[in-house]
């Protein structure tokens, strides 16, 4: 089982290109989220979707966008780089199974901007 | 305030030794908790998840606290392998895709 998979795992940008992190799921899971993660410290929700079509803002939404047209694919894009969105970009799924909430994490995509 | 907030750490102990995490939440609705386990530069993977009544895995010990609201993990004999960051993560009653996760308390064995 690939379970979560993330692509790129490492991405340099200049301030100001954008791009998209590529996140996939086979699991069926209908629960997906991003998460960024700086040096030290915990995980801050960007967005997350709880089915295909909808989407929604975590804890710093600003500067990125998500969309979901699959249940497998959850994409994020930045869309204009800037030096703090320098951090360890994690996506992770989850069933919406009320006995199974738990999350499976991707392997991570260390983005640095410059 | 912090939704959920986690003791700072590091923590250094002996091969051996019995060691305690705490993880506050604020919001007294939450419904699921969690904790998981995260190695240098690798990616969180779940260790438990914490129920009402308490959970035991081998020498892991997960227990609840609604009251006070806080839930704990309790290594027993810890491992040199055990030396990690452990994350704890919270999620509502009415957003059941959104969680909440703590800093992280790290977590270095000792021979």
């Known amino acids: 089982n690939a379970g979560v998979t993330q692509t790129p795992k490492f991405q340099v940008l200049k301030t100001g290109q954008s791009m998209t992190l590529q996140c996939a799921q086979d699991m069926n899971h209908e629960y997906m989220s991003w998460y960024r993660q700086d040096p030290g410290m915990g995980l801050r929700l960007i967005h997350y979707s709880v089915g295909a079509g909808i989407t929604d803002q975590g804890e710093v939404p600003n500067g990125y966008n998500v969309s979901r047209s699959t249940t497998e694919d959850f994409p994020l894009r930045l869309l204009s780089a800037a030096p703090s969105q320098t951090s360890v970009y994690f996506c992770?799924?989850?069933?919406?199974?009320?006995?199974?909430?738990?999350?499976?994490f991707g392997p991570g995509t260390r983005l640095t901007v410059t | 305030r912090k939704e959920v907030e986690q003791d700072p750490g590091p923590f250094n102990v002996p091969e051996g030794a019995t060691v305690a995490f705490n993880c506050t939440y604020s919001?007294?609705?939450?419904?699921?908790f969690f904790w998981y386990r995260q190695d240098c530069r690798k990616e969180p993977k779940l260790l438990m998840s914490?129920?009402?009544s308490g959970n035991e895995d081998g020498r892991f010990t997960a227990q609840l606290n609604r009251a006070s609201q806080y839930i704990s993990l309790l290594i027993r004999d810890s491992k040199l392998s055990d030396s990690a960051t452990y994350l704890c993560a919270v999620k509502g009653a009415t957003n059941a895709g959104k969680s909440t996760f703590g800093d992280g308390t790290t977590l270095t064995v000792k021979p």
């Open positions: 992770a799924s989850s069933s919406g199974s009320k006995s199974s909430y738990e999350q499976y």
């Open positions: 919001n007294s609705a939450s419904q699921s």
């Open positions: 914490v129920y009402s």
